[in-house]
């Protein structure tokens, strides 16, 4: 009774358009999800059977589960700086689907988070890219190791750095905890936002470095167009 009385007077909205949501809606409306999806039917990095470093990177396959558009941005802006977590399970569905819909990428034995420093970890509350990691999980049985790699040192924020910049920033910022738990494994990086592919590929260097078998990499969304594309 009193939630319908605090509905009436206070009208839960959609935190993107401020429009009112309807019942089975939670913090973002239906248009404005529809809005943000954009799917990406492209690999953002793929390499044949066997590919070495020299001739694909250090990740194998990369795929995300949107292009960036205005809708997405400020959805991901609002889950991973505003708090909404809850945001995070719509998100990771998107990436599930992607997942499924490509074999190498549903080989992989565990889920890797990108991981942040403490000092990022604790002023934000928590990893974005742990939460999504948690809700694939759920969702396609992969196991997730959040521990399995640890940041060290201190790494400026990405977003206004050039690809160089980018790269140069997270040269030799990962750690694995446990060589054991990754070795011989294909591991999957989960990530909101591909830019440039600095932060996973150097990740992937450090679990292949461990003895990961494979290293791949899924996206909630990708920020430019497929490489080698105009």
């Not at 809850?86 to 992607?98: D, N, Q, S």
């Not at 791949?216 to 990708?222: L, M, Q, T």
Request: glycine share 10%; hydrophobic share 40%.
């Amino acid at each position: 009774m009193w939630k319908a009385v605090l509905d009436f007077l206070f009208p839960p909205l959609c935190l993107r358009c401020g429009e009112r949501l309807g019942e089975e809606e939670r913090l973002v409306c239906e248009t404005c999800w529809e809005r943000a999806r954009r799917r990406d039917r492209w690999p953002i990095s793929q390499g044949g059977d066997g590919p070495t470093e020299e001739e694909c990177g250090p990740v194998v396959r990369a795929r995300s589960a949107n292009v960036w558009n205005e809708t997405l941005g400020e959805i991901l802006h609002r889950f991973k700086y505003g708090g909404f977590i809850l945001l995070g399970e719509r998100l990771a569905r998107g990436m599930a689907g992607t997942i499924v819909s490509d074999p190498a990428l549903m080989r992989a034995d565990l889920l890797v988070p990108v991981p942040l420093t403490r000092a990022r970890a604790a002023e934000r509350g928590f990893n974005q890219s742990a939460v999504l990691a948690r809700h694939i999980s759920r969702l396609l049985g992969i196991p997730v190791a959040e521990r399995a790699v640890r940041r060290v040192g201190r790494s400026r924020s990405q977003t206004k750095l050039s690809p160089e910049g980018r790269r140069k920033n997270v040269r030799g910022v990962f750690r694995v905890r446990d060589p054991s738990a990754v070795r011989g494994k294909r591991i999957l990086i989960v990530d909101d936002v591909w830019t440039t592919g600095a932060t996973a590929e150097e990740l992937a260097r450090a679990l292949l470095g461990a003895g990961a078998r494979e290293v791949s990499a899924i996206a909630a969304a990708r920020a430019s167009g497929p490489r080698g594309s105009s």
